[in-house]
């Protein structure tokens, strides 16, 4: 057997739970066809897994991509100051090809810290969708859409968003999906929330919002509709299996079953939540009630960066601390919810090494400083490991960055872009 690409003598995390093990892994076709002995075969490309750790790739289940313009911009802000007074404005300001540079900076990002995919909501969608394509990443996308209860303005979106559905979904081999993105229940009417629910059920696709972010919002939503906004979107329909719901910081234990009930994804973004201080989710408690939670970064401007190994310490940390119990949020937990769940978010046949699942894996040096000794392979990962231990990405059996050389964009070509629209953005403001 000949195949595209095998990794020789790897130890490999699986992602079920069980011990790393040395094997080889093998794959073809962007598919995982063995993890195991590799006698007899032979392939395209082989790369020796000596000192390296092979483990499914990272999944960042809600970020804006090209808010790396904005990284150290605005910061130590409540977040309707930050957003009114900052973000926003600068926003109103962006053009097509700021978020392509924006989101080319953030895909070079993403590579050299093991996601293979993310799931973006933003404008200029088109240009994340090419910046997927030239990259080799995957990414779920979507329209921003903020209606504010103007019929008008929610047609315009929803046409938007309905194009970038039917142009996008499927593009590069499979790499871009596509979502329906409205903001959130405070920035978007009900009667706009339940034509996206239509126009979702209608192309097949999921739904990717804010939730319960701040207490404002969850007072505010409150007083609006005399109830809580989940009981809302749980009695019009609009919750489902395919709703993918950032933050929900703000819930109740009532809201907690409704989610679960509809099998709505939960995507935690636990370092965005500490520095807006919108409050800490109940992540332990939405996870004993069975809710799919995954992990997220948030955007560059609310975070600073795009690191799933610095949110995965972050989650865990947040709530042994917030809750005074150190056996809250596990170390396996945790890797879990930012690779398995992930997958599970997104409705993708990924996060375990096992045949027959996509070959989206990352390697980590174990010669690293930060890795030695293997007392335990998943607390060295979530605890101690980060961006600079992550050596090789791939992704549907593409190899993204190989020994921290990144094979699919030019980084000096990238910074350049970047700078260049940086300047033009903000010397616009000034």
């Known amino acids: 057997m000949n195949a595209e690409l095998l990794i020789k003598g790897g130890l490999v995390l699986v992602g079920d739970g069980s011990p790393p093990k040395r094997a080889d892994v093998v794959i073809d076709e962007g598919k995982l066809v063995r993890v195991g002995e590799a006698r007899g075969i032979s392939a395209d490309e082989v790369i020796d897994g000596s000192g390296r750790l092979v483990m499914p790739a990272f999944v960042n289940t ?57 799931c973006d909501m933003y404008f200029f969608m088109d240009e994340v969708a090419r910046v997927i394509e030239e990259s080799g990443l995957r990414g779920f996308i979507g329209h921003g859409m903020i209606e504010l209860g103007d019929e008008r303005r929610g047609k315009k979106e929803l046409s938007e968003a309905r194009r970038l559905v039917r142009e996008y979904e ?14 959130a229940p405070y920035t978007c009417s009900l009667e706009f929330l339940h034509r996206v629910r239509e126009v979702a059920d209608e192309d097949g696709v999921g739904i990717h919002m804010h939730l319960l972010e701040t207490q404002k919002e969850k007072e505010e939503l409150e007083e609006r509709h005399g109830r809580s906004i989940v009981s809302v979107l749980s ?64 955007g560059c401007a609310s975070n600073n960066n795009l690191d799933m190994l610095g949110e995965m310490k972050a989650a ?110 903000f010397e616009s403001k000034a």
């Open 62 to 118: 809600h970020t804006h991509l090209a808010m790396t313009l904005f990284r150290g911009y605005a910061d130590d802000l409540s977040l309707d100051v930050w957003l009114g007074e900052h973000i926003w404005p600068i926003e109103a300001k962006l053009r097509a090809s700021h978020v392509r540079a924006g989101a080319l900076m953030g895909a070079l990002e993403l590579i050299r810290s093991g996601v293979g995919t993310f």
């Open 170 to 183: 499927g593009h590069a081999d499979g790499r871009v999906r596509t979502m329906y993105a409205p903001h």
């Open 235 to 298: 009695e019009m329909g609009f919750l489902g299996g395919d709703v993918l719901a950032a933050h929900c910081v703000w819930l109740s234990d009532e809201d907690i079953r409704l989610l679960h009930h509809h099998n709505v994804k939960v995507s935690h973004n636990p370092v965005s939540n500490m520095k807006l201080a919108s409050g800490v989710a109940k992540v332990p408690e939405m996870l004993d009630a069975g809710i799919n939670i995954s992990l997220g970064t948030d």
């Open 316 to 425: 865990a940390l947040l709530h042994k601390v917030f809750r005074l119990s150190p056996t809250v949020m596990s170390a396996p937990t945790v890797l879990q919810m930012a690779t398995l769940s992930g997958y599970r978010a997104l409705g993708l046949n990924g996060g375990l090494l096992r045949e027959g699942y996509d070959a989206d894996l990352v390697m980590l040096d174990l010669t690293s400083e930060r890795l030695l000794p293997l007392h335990n392979v998943v607390s060295n990962i979530v605890y101690s490991a980060s961006p600079c231990d992550v050596v090789s990405t791939i992704v549907q059996g593409k190899v993204l960055m190989h020994e921290r050389v990144v094979r699919t964009l030019d980084a000096r070509e990238v910074a350049f872009q970047f700078a260049r629209a940086v300047d033009e953005l």
